[in-house]
Structures are given as structure tokens and as C-alpha cells.
């Protein structure tokens, strides 16, 4: 098959990422990039030998030889990007999360009906090796989830991103953060979310947003999860999940996993790489070349969109 040709919307600090990882995988080749600021994208597009550079998605679009698109752009965009790129004929991966609604959600997942190609989310923990180790147990029936404790903290009382650059859009703890542990749940659990409750702190006077949540979900499954953020937490950074289980306990801390005595577990043979990134780009293209679903399609992760509507109108209505 030939190189596939991929478009990248958002060389911020997740697309250089998809970048990076992409320079790792065989046969893709990204051949056009797209950003909100010139200049610096086009400093990125010379750094990584990109020959198209545009500020304007519908160029890269427009774009023949372009067979498939990634997007990282700001979150409030995707429902509408990822249907433009579909339409277009595309193949898409957006960075999660898919919408910042649930009818965005559902209008993307109707049209990947429509059009067979292939649309998945940046739902990164089904990728990363610790969670894929935990993932492995459970299939072989070596483990069984009890509970999931998970913290997802950050400091974040400016709009600012990973890299510490001002942003043009304002992140969100439910739409976004709390998607990766929603999904993970009942990736990992196999059932349903049957339960779920949210309480959140005060709104911020600047960002409008709740700088602190604090999440419930009950699985089918009987397994239960509770999951803390924050925006105010001065470090340590970062997600870290605890998985209580009936054979045994794991941290998960990204890519790495402990065993409940804080012991390192090697997760090295698990996949290909150890970059949760660099697996979630290779199982899209894999996807396309071998014209099948892929883990954490558009359809496989609609349920937890479902979810977060459900929060964010039980969080309105206790508001």
C-alpha cells in the first residue's frame, strides 16, 4: 500500500506530540499542517520538512493526496472539524475530546455510519502499556476490577498549556479530563456505567470554569470508580490511577505501572513502543490500511459522551 498522507490541525503542544510519534511509524508521511500563528507553523513544518503549511483546515482539505487528518486542536472545534474532515472524504483522529457536547458527539458518530471511513478519538489510556498490561489480565480472567481510585490534578489558574503557552481556548475538567477516565472505566470493566454523580467546587472568576470535581461511577460490572480533579493542585502533576482488584493492586502513572507495594512492574514487551502517543497514531493507520474499526473509534467510545451529558445536566441542575 502506499505512504499514507496525513494533515495535522494544532502544532501546539499535543500536536508536536502526534508529530514525534508519526517520525517513528513506517509508510506516513505528514504532508501538510495546519495552525492558528503563520509564522511559528511554519517554523514547525520546516523543522519536521512539512511542505504544506496553511492556517485554514478547508486548504489542507482541499488536498487531494491528504488521505487521512489528525486533529489537536482547541476542543470547542472538534465535533465540527472532525464532520468537516469526514465529509471531505478523510479519515480522522481527534484528539480528545470528540465534543465538548453530546450532540456534537452523536452527529460525528452518524456520519462515520454514513461514510464507512475511519474516525477515532485520542482516547490515549486504552494505549498506554501499563493500562493495556491491566487490560491483558483482565481478559485472561487473572483479574477482576473492584475499584478504580483515579487523581487527575493540575495547576492551571491561567489559560496556559503543557508547554506553559497561552492558550485561545479554556480547557474543561468534565468534557476533557474526566472523558479519559470515564472511557477507561468501562473499557476496563467490560459493562456499562449504570451510576453516575458529580459535585464540583466554586466557578473561576476569569476561566468560568469549576476548578475542582469530584466524580462516581458504578459499572454493571458491580466495579465502582471514584475520580478526583483539579486545576488548583501545586503538584505532583499529572493522572494516577489505582486499580483495587481481587488478585491483586496496580498504580498506573501514564506509561508506568506499580504493583501495590509501589514496586515497578517492566511493561516494556507489552506493545511496540512505550509511548501511549506513538500506539494510539499506529493503531489509526493501521485501521485505514486494513479497513476495519479501530480501538477507540468514534462508536466504541460514544457511551462516555452519553455519560458526561449526564453530569453536566445533573451539575446544572444542583448548580
Not at 508529530?19 to 501538510?32: M, N, Q, R, W, Y
Not at 489542507?60 to 465540527?80: R, Y
Not at 483482565?138 to 503557552?165: C, H, P, W
Not at 469530584?214 to 488548583?232: D, E, M, R, V
Amino acid at each position: 500500500m502506499k505512504n499514507i498522507k496525513v494533515a495535522l490541525a494544532g502544532a501546539g503542544a499535543f500536536g508536536i506530540k502526534h508529530l514525534d510519534a508519526i517520525k517513528l511509524i513506517d509508510g506516513v508521511e505528514v504532508v501538510s499542517l495546519i495552525s492558528r500563528d503563520l509564522d511559528k507553523t511554519q517554523e514547525t513544518a520546516k523543522q519536521y520538512g512539512i511542505g504544506h503549511v496553511t492556517t485554514d483546515l478547508a486548504d489542507s482539505l482541499a488536498l487531494k493526496e491528504v488521505d487521512a487528518v489528525i486533529l489537536c486542536t482547541p476542543t470547542q472545534m472538534h465535533a465540527e472539524q472532525s464532520i468537516a474532515c469526514l465529509k471531505a472524504g478523510k479519515h480522522v483522529q481527534v484528539e480528545i475530546p470528540l465534543a465538548d457536547t453530546l450532540n456534537g458527539a452523536e452527529a460525528v458518530a452518524a456520519l462515520q455510519r454514513s461514510t464507512g471511513l475511519v474516525a477515532m478519538v485520542g482516547h490515549t489510556r486504552r494505549f498506554n502499556p501499563s493500562h493495556q498490561y491491566v487490560h491483558h489480565k483482565i481478559s485472561a480472567k487473572e483479574f477482576n476490577i473492584q475499584q478504580m481510585d483515579v487523581q487527575t490534578y493540575f495547576f492551571r489558574r491561567t489559560n496556559m498549556n503543557a508547554l506553559g503557552q497561552a492558550r485561545s481556548w479554556t480547557d474543561h475538567l468534565l468534557w476533557h479530563h474526566a472523558a479519559h477516565t470515564v472511557d477507561l472505566f468501562a473499557y476496563q470493566t467490560g459493562g456499562e456505567i449504570v451510576q453516575a454523580n458529580a459535585v464540583q467546587g466554586p466557578i473561576h472568576p476569569g476561566l468560568g470554569i469549576a476548578m475542582d470535581m469530584s466524580i462516581q461511577l458504578k459499572s454493571s460490572t458491580g466495579a465502582i470508580c471514584t475520580l478526583s480533579l483539579s486545576f488548583n493542585n501545586d503538584g505532583p502533576l499529572g493522572t494516577f490511577f489505582r486499580y483495587i482488584g481481587d488478585s491483586a493492586t496496580y498504580l498506573a502513572r501514564y506509561d508506568d505501572l506499580y504493583n501495590g507495594k509501589d514496586e515497578k512492574i517492566d511493561v516494556s514487551k507489552v506493545a511496540v513502543s512505550m509511548n501511549g502517543i506513538e500506539l494510539q497514531d499506529r493503531e489509526f493507520f493501521a485501521a485505514i490500511k486494513e479497513g476495519r474499526e479501530p480501538n477507540s473509534s468514534v462508536a466504541k467510545v460514544l457511551a462516555c459522551y452519553r455519560v458526561l451529558d449526564k453530569l453536566e445536566r445533573q451539575l446544572a441542575a444542583n448548580a
